[in-house]
């Protein structure tokens, strides 16, 4: 089958695309940097004419939609970003897919259940008035709404999948990435990091979020319309990410500042992954413990710290 990766050079994207051509699919990429490669093209998605000219080339049976500015802070410092891309360029790759007829996985995120205080389900967003907290919350809320509008309208074939705290190798750091990334990061550089007490999350390691991401291309696995939370199994605050970092670099918490509560977040992120165990086989393999050990090597041997 031929495939296409938006955002196939990215944290997630790359290691997706691998499995896939792993499973023997014919795997195209775009994403914003100059690259080599013979099946990779340059492609900002919020330009037309750029989406354009990759469907053309490509013709893919099959779209893996992850390219998207993300963060919640990204989303306030370069919101013109945030907007052009996430809302503009999924609505680009919507007019091709309602023109070419592919179907699609479209990467939302967890951040939709905004200010949900208990088990986030996956139809919880659709029986409740919620409100997104940050405006990268709500243009993936947005893009739900545009792909289902799209769904109604011109009946193309989209599972949406909403990804619980995704980290691991692969993941660059900047002010702007996932909270393991970034605490790694500034404890093994003996930077200064905030950690919010009151927040609790469900992390899911990136190998076992690709490999279930893939699992929908398998025969018998797609089924349009539908939504997947994908998401690890141990629910932990953010203090325990901090700690369980702190004692494998053997460093003190010295450098770490305690605040009860970050504001325009979601404190409690527990996702139930039952959907995407029975329709999908997603399968939790990699324990919180050994997950962050493997990311601080990583990051040990991409940034040359001994």
């Known amino acids: 089958m031929k495939v296409l990766v938006t955002g196939?050079?990215?944290?997630?994207?790359?290691?997706?695309?691998?499995?896939?051509?792993g499973r023997g699919h014919d795997v195209w990429v775009c994403d914003m940097p100059h690259n080599e490669g013979p099946n990779y093209m340059r492609c900002d998605i919020g330009e037309y004419r750029q989406v354009e000219a990759v469907m053309n080339r490509v013709e893919p049976d099959f779209v893996y939609h992850l390219a998207a500015e993300f963060g919640r802070w990204n989303g306030e410092d370069y919101y013109e970003k945030v907007w052009k891309t996430n809302a503009i360029g999924t609505k680009n790759i919507l007019r091709a897919q309602e023109q070419r007829k592919f179907r699609m996985v479209f990467t939302s995120s967890?951040?939709?259940y905004g200010e949900w205080d208990d088990v986030m389900h996956e139809d919880v967003p659709h029986k409740h008035a919620l409100r997104q907290l940050n405006d990268y919350a709500i243009s993936k809320w947005v893009n739900e709404m545009q792909i289902l509008n799209?769904?109604?309208?011109?009946?193309?074939?989209?599972?949406?999948?909403?990804?619980?705290?995704?980290?691991?190798?692969?993941e660059p750091y900047s002010d702007y990435r996932s909270v393991i990334c970034l605490f790694i990061y500034r404890a093994l550089h003996n930077i200064p990091y905030t950690v919010y007490l009151d927040h609790h999350r469900t992390s899911s390691y990136v190998d076992d979020t690709v490999r279930t991401l893939a699992n929908i291309s398998d025969e018998g696995r797609f089924k349009p319309g539908e939504i997947y939370n994908i998401s690890g199994e141990e629910y932990h605050d953010i203090k325990d990410l901090s700690d369980k970092i702190l004692a494998y670099l053997g460093k003190d918490d010295s450098q770490v500042e305690y605040v009860k509560v970050e504001a325009h977040n979601t404190r409690d992120k527990k996702g139930d992954n039952t959907k995407a165990k029975t329709d999908l086989n997603h399968t939790p393999t990699v324990a919180l413990d050994e997950g962050i050990k493997r990311t601080i090597e990583w990051q040990k041997e991409i940034y040359n710290v001994k």
């Open 150 to 170: 799209s769904q109604d309208r011109f009946g193309t074939e989209t599972v949406r999948v909403r990804l619980f705290n995704t980290y691991g190798p692969g």
């Open 110 to 112: 967890s951040e939709v």
């Open 8 to 21: 196939g050079l990215g944290a997630v994207g790359t290691p997706l695309v691998k499995e896939l051509r």
